[in-house]
């Protein structure tokens, strides 16, 4: 993008605001002063330090040259993430979008206010500098912007060559900002931004007793000390306990191990590119002009001076930064030149050192800081002197601020013969405050973050793609892939998180090269499923919220081989039970149908936790069923102190179960008593049952889990396919619309299509959508609704009172007559009697669905009871389970509809009395009616519940 287009939004600004600010516009008189004093600085500036091109006072949008300090407006907005300069810094790099000078040796032709960028939500590196700035200082920070000169990587916002500062290799995840261990670009080794700091000497350690500055009575060391008596000798040797032995060969395996493990990552981590990038030479080094944000150390507990990169959000040390020099520094008071040329590292930021810098506004700090505050305040008229507007720039000291030359009086104590404390003059000119508007982001656009709804980052193997909330159909949000080659061609690892779908998918990982895939669920998903992880073609497993009935938390599937899972807190203790399964085993007799078919099972094991209330040698632990050869091993537990796990093995013998004594003869540890044979043949139905398990219960759970998974994939990927369809239509029939001749009739459809019209809309946020709103978004949306329905009050006031007139339909038969009482009264008595029908309907209709809904539910109850006491020869064992659970649900769904019925019944008898006590009340009061009430006996009136209660009657 090109700075000219930066001319056209500005001139598209100027006349689309005539009415703004009228300081945008035009000048005040004490900013024309201004102008004049900055005028003759840079006159000045160029006598005394040869040509140089100062950019002190650029144009705005309108065309009116604007000092830089006063286009800083410092803000204080209400949004916490603002409030810390680091996510500060990466809010505003999303936010705006970026566009590089062009040429990138000249300066921007426009310096817009901060207020006006963010309206715009575009600007170049010196509006996203003053609005980083603007918003920094509003907060209590010290900040600053500068100018000066960068590499091509920086101006440009090239990241692709550099570690991306805000991804955590360890977990995966992208952090929120920042970090401040940004490595920089400009180091080729990677080095971190922080280099050591070298303790103070007023820090250094010092013995104790020596040397000058010792404390005064510090007693001799006690080794030079005599014991006391009672005391031990200090000089008696004491023996340092051994330290536990090491092996010289573990070490030496471990750091082969380590060595081993550090070659092998990086050569996972080299690049399959034979043609690694290489950077070519940048004709305008040195030459690009760029601006940053500098924070000095101080308030808000900063620890140190630190550059910002606001283009990025990168952070850098003054010692350890990319960029090459430094032209200017102002803020929101002033205005610094920098005379210092130099590596960066060596350039010194006391802005308020002459010999270094500068200023245009003279400002107010005493340099003396150990002066005596008291004799200052008493004689503070006396050491206060007031400089000239302007004063002249004498050659004999280079070093001589510019505006306005300190005019310094003797101190106290250089009249008292000590040294002479010089203080700077008192500035005669006060900054203007900013010409510009407040700045403001709206909740709209803060919730928005990204520019243009999505942003894209490149960096060195890495891509990172942002996505704002519900601007994608299936919610993603950010997409994290990382590359084994530079080039970004050979993904091993893409991280996506989503947010607001309806199926509670926040995150999916996938390895291509291991053709895995992980994805999380949050909580409140049917099923509770929260981690769904595959290999494909080799193992599935899923692991739920412990919020199940049936207590499961983990199911695991190694396809073709085993299948396990793991329980919490059932009630029969189980915790564990898995089947083995053998494609190769020969004259298997029982089989489970799995996805592949069906394969033989060579076992089935349970396992149970402890029950306190039953001794261990006869609480069952595990059960192995060994179905291929008949035989059934019982695991019991062991008390504490106890290797040994006691064990029994039975064999089946003609469809009975009975003791392996060869397995009780060898088998060693301590004795157990022996089951009892109606124990050991109910071991046969505990087989059954499990067995039973498998095939109708816990493999149906799992591969129902997984079709629904893979309908809701594909649900997504149709509406996806339509909403791209419907939008390159639409696409299509405006690029048609625009490129057809005026006058040229429109294509006429063929016969039999149907008329073509705008498509409606998918709505992503339907019953069957793929997104859900949050509560708050749907807060926000009740109250911005609201809003708008506060101006439409009066209106529907006005419709309430032109409502059908009720009589209308009965005075057709009358029009232009004068209506007698015999007349009146039979109208007012027609019109009572149909509204007391219609009032009746309604009442029946309601009570006949209320019985409907009885009947049909009597009629499923009275049909499960017959199924239940005699079973069809077809069904299988689980049916009646099935039907019963099918019956609850109904159940629960009519007794549900029978409720809102019966409230909805018992409303409509309420509001039928008062409807037909209005009715009356309207009746009565009516000027058409009058001559009905002339009448001896026109006060009798029925009451409306006895008129509803004739109507029952009737």
Same mark, same amino acid.
């Given at each position: ?769 793929? #997104? %859900? /709103? ?5 807060? *926000?949306?009740? &109250? ?6 506060? !101006?439409?009050? @009066? ?123 209005? #009715? %009356? /009340? ?5 000027? *058409?009616?009058? &001559? ?6 026109? !006060?009798?009136? @029925? ?12």
């Amino acid at each position: 993008m090109e700075t000219k287009e930066k001319i056209v939004r500005s001139r598209r600004f100027a006349s689309e605001n005539l009415n703004c600010k009228r300081e945008y516009r035009e000048s005040s008189l004490k900013e024309k002063t201004l102008m004049e004093q900055v005028q003759k600085f840079e006159v000045q500036f160029r006598t005394l330090y040869g040509p140089r091109f100062l950019f002190l006072a650029p144009p705005n949008e309108f065309g009116i040259n604007k000092f830089l300090p006063t286009t800083v407006r410092p803000t204080k907005l209400s949004y916490r993430e603002l409030y810390d300069y680091r996510s500060c810094a990466a809010f505003l790099s999303d936010l705006l979008g970026y566009e590089h000078l062009n040429p990138p040796d000249e300066h921007p032709p426009v310096i817009p206010a901060p207020a006006t960028v963010l309206r715009w939500q575009t600007g170049d590196c010196f509006d996203f500098s003053i609005v980083l700035a603007s918003l920094l200082i509003g907060v209590g920070y010290d900040a600053y912007c500068v100018s000066g000169t960068a590499p091509r990587t920086i101006t440009l916002r090239d990241e692709a060559t550099f570690q991306c500062p805000e991804f955590d290799e360890t977990t995966g995840e992208t952090i929120h900002y920042v970090p401040l261990t940004a490595s920089s670009p400009t180091i080729s080794t990677g080095a971190k931004l922080w280099a050591e700091t070298a303790v103070p000497s007023c820090m250094s350690d010092r013995k104790d007793g020596g040397g000058e500055g010792a404390d005064d009575g510090v007693s001799v060391a006690p080794s030079l000390a005599a014991p006391k008596e009672g005391e031990k000798d200090p000089t008696d040797v004491v023996i340092k306990p051994k330290e536990a032995p090491k092996s010289q060969f573990i070490e030496k395996m471990q750091r082969e191990k380590d060595t081993k493990e550090a070659e092998e990552k990086r050569i996972a981590q080299q690049s399959d590119s034979e043609d690694e990038p290489e950077e070519d030479k940048d004709p305008m080094e040195g030459k690009r002009l760029h601006a940053w944000v500098l924070l000095r150390r101080g308030p808000r507990d900063v620890s140190d001076d630190l550059y910002i990169e606001p283009t990025t959000g990168r952070l850098y040390s003054p010692q350890a930064c990319p960029y090459h020099s430094i032209d200017l520094i102002w803020n929101h008071k002033n205005l610094w030149v920098n005379l210092q040329r130099g590596p960066m590292n060596q350039l010194s930021l006391e802005l308020f050192d002459s010999r270094c810098y500068e200023y245009v506004m003279p400002d107010i700090r005493v340099q003396d800081r150990d002066a005596d505050k008291d004799n200052d305040d008493a004689n503070e008229n006396e050491d206060e002197a007031i400089a000239p507007p302007m004063p002249a720039m004498t050659p004999k000291s280079p070093h001589t601020p510019a505006l306005s030359a300190p005019v310094a009086k003797p101190s106290l104590e250089a009249a008292a013969g000590g040294e002479q404390t010089h203080h700077p003059a008192v500035q005669t000119l006060d900054l203007p405050p900013s010409w510009s508007e407040p700045i403001e982001i709206s909740r709209e656009k803060f919730q928005q973050r990204l520019y243009s709804n999505e942003t894209t980052k490149f960096y060195e193997k890495l891509k990172i793609e942002r996505y704002t909330a519900y601007s994608q159909a299936d919610g993603l949000v950010t997409r994290v892939s990382v590359y084994k080659d530079t080039h970004r061609t050979v993904p091993l690892t893409i991280r996506e998180s989503f947010s607001h779908r309806r199926d509670k998918l926040v995150q999916r990982v996938r390895i291509p090269r291991e053709h895995k895939l992980i994805e999380i669920f949050a909580p409140g998903r049917p099923g509770a499923l929260k981690r769904f992880e595959q290999v494909e073609a080799r193992r599935r497993e899923m692991t739920f919220y412990n919020s199940r009935l049936d207590g499961l938390i983990k199911h695991v599937e190694l396809i073709g081989e085993k299948i396990f899972e793991y329980f919490e807190e059932r009630e029969d203790r189980m915790t564990y039970h898995s089947i083995t399964l053998d494609p190769g085993l020969k004259n298997a007799k029982d089989f489970l149908e799995v996805e592949t078919g069906e394969l033989p099972i060579r076992k089935m094991t349970q396992k149970f936790a402890r029950k306190p209330d039953v001794l261990a040698e006869q609480d069952v632990q595990k059960l192995v069923f060994y179905l291929s050869q008949g035989k059934v091993c019982v695991y019991f537990h062991t008390d504490p102190g106890r290797v040994v796990t006691p064990s029994l093995m039975f064999q089946k013998v003609d469809s009975v179960m009975k003791l392996d004594e060869d397995y009780l003869r060898f088998k060693k540890g301590p004795p157990i008593p022996l089951p009892a044979p109606q124990q050991i043949q109910k071991l046969l139905h505990l087989q059954k049952d499990c067995l039973l398990t498998w095939k109708a219960t816990a493999l149906s759970n799992a591969y129902s889990q997984h079709a629904t998974r893979r309908q809701e994939e594909l649900k997504i990927s149709s509406l996806r396919y339509a909403a791209h369809h419907q939008q390159m239509q639409h696409k299509a029939a405006t690029t048609t619309a625009a490129g057809a001749e005026p006058g040229a009739a429109s294509p006429v459809a063929a016969p039999g299509a149907a008329p073509s019209g705008p498509a409606e809309p998918i709505d992503f946020f339907g019953p069957n959508g793929i #997104l %859900e /709103k949050s509560v708050y978004d749907l807060a *926000r949306e009740q &109250a911005q609704e609201e809003s708008l329905g506060e !101006g439409t009050e @009066e209106e529907k006031q006005a419709e309430e009172a032109k409502k059908v007139d009720t009589l209308a339909p009965y005075l057709l038969e009358f029009p232009g007559k004068t209506i007698d009482a015999m007349t009146a009264e039979m109208i007012a008595k027609k019109c009572k009697n149909d509204f007391r029908k219609r009032l009746l309907d309604r009442a029946a209709i309601i009570q006949r669905r209320l019985e409907e809904e009885h009947d049909q539910l009597r009629k499923r109850r009275a049909a499960l009871q017959r199924r239940a006491e005699g079973p069809s020869p077809g069904a299988g064992p689980g049916a009646v389970d099935k039907d019963e659970k099918g019956f609850e649900q109904y159940q629960s769904e009519a007794m549900f509809r029978i409720q809102i019925l019966e409230q909805r019944l018992a409303r409509h008898e309420m509001q039928a009395i008062k409807k037909f006590a209005e #009715l %009356e /009340k309207f009746l009565a009061e009516d000027p *058409r009616l009058a &001559a009905m009430w002339q009448k001896a006996d026109a !006060g009798r009136t @029925e009451s409306p519940t006895k008129l509803l209660a004739t109507g029952r009657r009737n």
